[in-house]
């Protein structure tokens, strides 16, 4: 039997935040809201080492087995995005998506007394485990609202700061009417199958980012820009693509059957080396990019081989198709892995070139990251300046490297 003392919860966050300031630019406030605000308190139901680990905890799970309605997002990502909010004391923060009601907790400590914390969920369940939660832990100043998130809070006037805990298709009028010149942004936006946190400044009428960060949030209900479809007979293989392209399910289905053509690009990688701008450069250059997911069964069958089978980029376009592919190349040294894209389809070929073609481009410069501006939609091209544009119902997207 164990007689050593357990940890207790100062001790368990204290680590749990100086893990996280080891590989996180932190500033000086979120750190010290990360070490006063005490994680536990808002998710009961786990156990200290569970509530102070680097982990999302599911707060409501979702009946129909997919992804959970509510959950405690992983701490490292809620750092990074109250260090890309930049709220200061006595600013006025809307938070949409209420959650356990820890990161409005953190949000309250970071405007301090002066400042003013809205938190906003359209899931009434939410909102009361929120509430219960914040009045417990002596945060009876912040204002939980159950509606629809859609709608911001202008009964509050305009904040200085919007923060956004669910993933967001698209960037709702109210939050452009909410939202003033000089005012701040961060919300994880969906586009082309997949999702980057942005952080952006509103500046006259655009917004303008300067952070755009791989991530993954629970849905927000209400946005379905997002369309999904089976391509296989067993339903095994799925594309996921905007309501704005031009991808007909109907035409792809059964294109896997069809004979495959394999394109590399002479770009290699080691295993622990992330490739996730390949699927940005897509995003920004061909309008055909969307996002593929292979069970295992249609991996181990060998009818689909993903570079990475739970979502990876590819190109759907009428009857053809391409996706991205890993190849392992034997090299003396740590073991390399060659970026590649397979394709199937009349034009499978010429897809997977026009895949290769952006590894190649993303190869040639890494670590670059574009500028995204987001403008009201339906402003005319010539003022929304150059770029790659994405329409959406609420924003037009002008993506620039």
Known sequence: MSTATPASPKTLRDRMVDTIAATHLLTTAVENALRAVPRHEFVPNVTLEEAYADQSITIKPNPAGDLPLSCASVPSLVADMLVWLRAKPGDTVVEIGAGTGYNAALLAHLVGPDGQVVTIDIDQDVTAHARTMLDATGNTAVTVLTRDGALGAPEYGHPNRMIVTVGAW????????????????VVPLSWRGQTRCLGLDRLGDRMVSDVVELCGFVPMLGQDGERTAAIDADGLVTLHFDADQHIA??????VLEQPKTTVASGVTIRGDESFDGVWLRLTAADPATCRITADRAAVDSGLCRPAIPARSPAL?????????????????????WELGATGHGAAGRHLAERLCEQIRAWDRARDARPTITLYPARTPDDQSGGGYVIDKPGVRMVIAY
């Open 170 to 185: 698209d960037i709702p009028t109210a939050w452009w009417d909410q939202l003033q010149p000089g005012t701040r942004l």
């Open 316 to 336: 759907a376009e009428g009857d053809s198709l391409a996706y991205l592919t890993l190849t392992r190349r034997e090299v003396e040294g740590p073991t390399r």
């Open 249 to 254: 399910p109907a035409t792809q289905r059964g």
